[in-house]
């Protein structure tokens, strides 16, 4: 196997451990406003995917979500991430492998700068490791699934997208992988990552087992 050029990574649940925080919120304010979902419906349905989109899909299926909603969960988000995110367990020793093997990496995610700002800057290490190819898709004119936000980023970093890999845990993510023409990995933690094999992208289970699987 040929190992890839450039690795990209999303963020929150690839990097850093902040979904579980995004859940529990989401649910709470679907429920406020009219649309009362379990916490697998909202993680199937809603994670991974740009807060306007998250937005729209709500009202759609019956949350009467004020107009300045996604202003006003941002604000409740980025005081709740500022308390702290973990780790993903293993990132560090996957970067590690990387920068042995002198292959790049980025990170392409549909969150603001301003999050990834909390989320990664509470491991200054981690984001002196990104600085420079940390990307957004509120800088391009749509978010995952769209693939602008991966092509974008192997763009810049003078890559090919036939020798990137993606590394991403939502259905939107791992589309938008896919759509971009890169090898997309899935990655669950949790189950068998059937979700993300449906659109395309091979399941990868633990970070400690990415060097492995790209060739290293």
Request: proline residues 6%.
């Amino acid at each position: 196997m040929t190992p890839p050029k450039l690795v990209i990574f999303d963020c929150d649940g690839v990097l850093v451990d902040s979904e579980p925080t995004t859940l529990t919120l989401l649910r709470n304010e679907f429920e406020y406003y009219g649309l009362p979902l379990t916490a697998a419906e909202v993680d199937r349905d809603y994670i991974g995917v740009a807060m306007a989109d998250i937005a729209v899909k709500a009202r759609a299926n019956g949350a009467t979500l004020p107009e300045d909603w996604v202003v006003s969960i941002y604000a409740k988000m980025f005081e709740r991430l500022r308390k702290g995110v973990p780790l993903i367990a293993g990132i560090e020793a996957a970067l590690d492998a990387l920068d042995a093997a002198g292959i790049p990496y980025a990170v392409g995610s549909n969150g603001p700068m301003a999050k990834m700002d909390i989320t990664l800057g509470a491991h200054p290490a981690l984001l002196e490791r990104l600085k420079g190819r940390i990307f957004s898709a509120h800088d391009c004119k749509a978010g995952k699934p769209d693939p602008e936000l991966f092509l974008k980023a192997a763009a810049f970093m003078n890559v090919a997208p036939e020798a990137c890999v993606v590394v991403d845990d939502s259905v939107a993510g791992a589309t938008a992988g896919v759509r971009a023409g890169m090898r997309t990995l899935g990655f669950d933690t949790q189950g068998d990552g059937a979700h993300l094999i449906a659109v395309g992208a091979e399941h990868l289970s633990h970070m400690d087992d990415l060097p492995a699987r790209i060739g290293l």
